[in-house]
């Protein structure tokens, strides 16, 4: 399975926004890149998802690589509710979603 | 979006008993839905997928018969953790794709079960 890399962990203060890597270099050209976010002691939550073009929603915008073994997720403007564990996952239609470790994102008021 | 729903949302049982989770898909048909286990401080650790009509999946390593998994229909699925203990203590999460939305997975809100 292709697998993705993240940090572990990154801090960012209110207000202001919030770039989260994910290097996945063995992508396959039929892998959709789908971001989920997780908050304390709740399920996942889609955030967003794209295949080549960046994509922009409410909640963020993907920002991905030409070649596509790297994105970015974008929060524009972070605030404390957007605190969260982020995933960045590899994935062929309805097959099974496999987290990695995520990325915990701190926001300092 | 689309909406799935989990209950108990947390659940307290004696060492030994039997404890069953549902996981429904509210407005939508899922015939595959998928368990996941979470530790605390861990990720998500996907334990089966369950398919309508037919026997569920399951990851390797997890015990089919310690966790039994029936998909009666196209908005349920069941998860029983048979003859619990302590180290099953886990937060039990269920998804389920919605058809037509090109992958989009939606999460259940979890259930807490603590083995006593």
């Known amino acids: 399975d292709a697998k993705t890399t993240q940090p572990n962990s990154m801090e960012s203060n209110e207000e202001e926004p919030v770039h989260l890597p994910c290097n996945h270099s063995?992508?396959?050209?039929?892998?959709?890149i789908h971001w989920y976010r997780q908050l304390p002691s709740q399920g996942p939550e889609y955030v967003i998802h794209?295949?080549?073009s960046n994509v922009n929603n409410r909640m963020a915008s993907l920002a991905i690589a030409e070649d596509r073994k790297s994105s970015t997720l974008i929060l524009h403007r972070a605030t404390l509710r957007d605190a969260a564990v982020y995933y960045c996952?590899?994935?062929?239609?309805?097959?099974?979603?496999?987290f990695g470790p995520g990325t915990s994102l701190s926001v300092i008021p | 979006g689309a909406v799935v729903s989990q209950h108990p949302s947390r659940v307290i049982c004696k060492s030994g008993t039997s404890v069953k989770i549902e996981c429904r898909s509210l407005?939508?048909?899922?015939?595959?839905m998928f368990w996941y286990r979470q530790f605390p401080k861990q990720s998500l650790m996907l334990m089966a997928t369950?398919?309508?009509?037919?026997?569920?999946?399951?990851e390797q390593g997890v015990e089919k018969d310690k966790f039994l998994i029936n998909h009666a229909s196209l908005t349920l699925s069941t998860l029983t953790v048979t003859s619990a203990h302590p180290e099953d203590s886990s937060f039990y999460i269920c998804?389920?794709?919605?058809?037509?939305?090109?992958?989009?997975?939606?999460f259940g809100p979890g259930t807490r079960l603590t083995v006593l």
């Open positions: 998804s389920a794709p919605e058809p037509g939305s090109r992958g989009e997975q939606f």
């Open positions: 063995t992508i396959s050209g039929t892998d959709y």
């Open positions: 794209g295949l080549t």
């Open positions: 996952i590899l994935r062929t239609s309805y097959d099974k979603v496999i």
């Open positions: 407005d939508f048909q899922a015939t595959t």
């Open positions: 369950s398919n309508e009509g037919s026997k569920a999946t399951y």
